[in-house]
Each structure stands twice: as C-alpha cells, then as structure tokens.
C-alpha cells in the first residue's frame, strides 16, 4: 500500500516539474495540425495553358491560386485530367489574403478549348479543384 501511494506521488511530482511536457505538447501540435487543415481555404483563380513551351505538343500549366485564410499555405502538387504534374519551386508557398503561381510542364494533346480538370493539393492535404478551358 505504502508501495503504491509512493508510486502515485512521485509521477504527480514528475508531472508538475514539466519532466511529461513532451506528450502534451506532441498532443497540442497534434490538435493545432487539425485546426490549420479545417480552417485553410484556398481557390484556383484562373489556369493559363502555354502550347509547345518545352518543345512539340508540350504544354506549361499556370494555375494561379488565391488563399483566403489567415495562415500561409503551401501548394504542393497540381494534377491535370488525374495526371501528376511536376509542379516548379515545389512547395509554393503563398500567404494570407494574396495571390500565388504554380506551374509545370504536361506532355501530351489537351485540344483546343477542351475543359480540363486542374486540382491543386496543399501540404495539409486539402484540394481544390475545377474545369477550365484549355
């Protein structure tokens, strides 16, 4: 019983000297994640296709993105019709209230004023997506 009682007390005593801090912070960090990734919101504004930029049926993507939530977001990836595409100066970071451009190469016929379906991906995982004319 004495055993016991001297166990309970010394985990409270290591407790209020902060020696547990690491698993609630790791538990903070944990919520503030889930908080950033509801509140970001973000759109794609306009898409811009480049014919034959790199070359023969090469196309430049530029998507330009408006955040419109109080943290800096980052872009981390682009797909067009599915397609991964290699986004430049990956991450993009853009920050709050402003404007931001994510661009990169698709190699492969898109057509003339075909709607295509641009999908942007943050780093906390949220999507936007749309169709614009190519």
């Known amino acids: 019983m004495i055993l016991m009682v001297t166990t309970i007390g010394f985990g409270v005593y290591l407790y209020s000297l902060g020696y547990f801090t690491s698993i609630t912070s790791a538990r903070e960090t944990a919520g503030n994640i889930n908080i950033k990734t509801i509140r970001e919101h973000f759109l794609i504004v306009d898409v811009n296709f480049t014919a034959n930029y790199y070359g023969p049926n090469q196309w430049l993507v530029n998507a330009t993105v408006y955040n419109y939530c109080n943290y800096n977001i980052e872009i981390v990836s682009m797909y067009l019709n599915g397609t991964k595409i290699d986004v430049e100066y990956n991450p993009v970071s853009i920050k709050p209230y ?37």
Do not use: K, W
């Open 98 to 134: 402003s404007y931001g451009f994510v661009e990169g190469p698709y190699f492969g016929d898109l057509g003339d004023n075909v709607p295509q379906l641009i999908r942007v991906v943050s780093s906390l995982g949220n999507v936007y997506e749309n169709y614009y004319p190519s």
